[in-house]
């Protein structure tokens, strides 16, 4: 097996390009390993290293990485369940390692009990307490902390394992076996190409990067993922062939700030509904107390939400606007802000994990256990899980019985027959349920964590449709007013996005593409009053007039509605790519369909050290 190294092509860029963009479909540099990972997440880390635990030395892994370093495009709530981590890492054993005590000062903080709280928030200011779900309460062993720094922290002992860490190197092409169609690998993005599809200076070709196993663990809506999905037809042969119901996803939204001591108390962990959320809305808030000073704080939307002007950026600003919310950080200073979607399907949504030369991880998959608000935990245990296998069957290609590209579908067998697959099932029934709208929702998941306690003997079906068809007209809802941002509890988008770290080199082909050029002013304006604007989380789409100019209402949303009604000639949807968070929504969210996702030149995006 061996370690990596090239097979073909030419090392570098060419010393002399060509003019204009010639040349671009060069052969690339070739790179062989036995395993590659995209995605350095928990998914991806937990897969990574625990090949190394099984196979040692002698299997090549590497880990693709599209942030500019591991953890600068994680980001999650996060109250960590270490059950996985624990497995990877026992106390004792040939595989003993004290990860918490590798744990950077400030990375995480044990959850007190004792400062659980559920609350229901009111339109007028006032809260009430709700009991919490048994599946919702936390163990003296979890941790408030941050992902991103943990992220770090596990490559660095991946690292440490030989495993081959390539951050800043976005994968873009999934690479098929000709003869047998099964993966065989992913290019990543070529670098220095113009806006207009130009070779510049500093071009350098992609790489392919070829191996027995290609893991895939790009987190929620990974476009090699969603490809993957489709052309393995994993949807269609989920449950035996009886296939998986469409995926459904939330947005969340994340600020940490630094509060004064007074207010801080280290594992304080609160969760609530209600306000400012409408009843037919999915969706919530959360605080964290983290270490040091710093408090997390969030809040998620469902993305089959029905009304077009609702702005889930708007939402979260009126949240923090809340008396109960403010008190916690009236004094404090925003430090960092983020968004990514979940993927939030659970059970019912699950496509087949596993196929010919590859495996979906964690998120790209959708392992995430919406109940309990967690999926660190379940992403890491589908990596260690499918790691086992790709070990199982490179020994058995040692032993001469196997072929070049691993078939890793008794993977998907194995993560729903795990604790993970058992959590994903007990907890079937949460998601589905708010169909009926929030109090229809609640009194369901009462019902399930109470009663049944995950063990009802039905199992029910997500909306109808999926997220984006659940979009409405404009004509059947009012514009909605958002408070004008003060600057030190609320804030406009740019100055959040400031926060984010997020950057991208300007003079690259755009990375969010439009299907047909003419739908969104003429359908999405007209029909839907532009919710581009408006789903978008970091002002990355807003709507011209003839003059060049923005829409009023999409200069930030100061004391007006934010959106407008009708398509005025001439306008014109301007798409400001470089402020992208790489959250994902408008993948989802759009009610045509017609923005593709695709990822920029590698390295760029936001640079979350703290979420």
Known sequence: RGRAGAAGGAAGAPAAPPAGGAGLAEPREEMEYDVCVVGAGPAGLAAAL???QLAGEDTSVCVLEKGAEPGAHTLSGNVFDPRAMDELFPAEGPHAFD???????????????????????????????LPTPPSMHNAPDHLVCSLSMLSRVMSERAEASGVDVFPGFAASELLRCPDTGALAGVATGDFGVSKGGERTANFARGVAVRARATLLAEGCRGSLSEEATRVFGLRERANGGKGAQHQTYALGLKEVWEVPPEKHVPGRVWHTVGHPLDAQTYGGGFLYHMAEGRVALGLVVGLDYRDPYLSPFGEFQRWKLHPTVRGQLEGGR???????????????SLPAMGFAGGALLGCAAGTLNAARIKGAHTAMKSGTLAAEEVARQLDLADGGGGAPHLDLQAY???????WAGEELWRARNFRPGFKWGVLGGMANAGLEAFVFRGQAPWTLAHHAKPDHACLEPAELHRPREYPKPDGELTFDRPSALFLSGTNHEHDQPAHLKLRDSDVPAGVNLPVYAGPEERYCPAGVYEFLEPDGEPEPEARGGEGTAEGGAGGAPGKCLQINAQNCLHCKACDIKDPTQNIEWTVPEGGGGPGYQLM
């Open 334 to 348: 925003c430090v960092q802000y983020g968004a990514r979607t979940l993927v939030e399907g659970g059970l019912q």
């Open 412 to 418: 998907d067998a194995a993560f729903r027959a795990s």
């Open 99 to 129: 990860w918490r005590g590798a744990l950077p000062a400030g990375t995480a903080v044990p959850v007190a009990p004792a400062e659980e709280r559920s609350l229901w928030l009111t339109t007028g200011g006032g809260s009430m307490p």
């Open 50 to 52: 625990r090949l190394k």
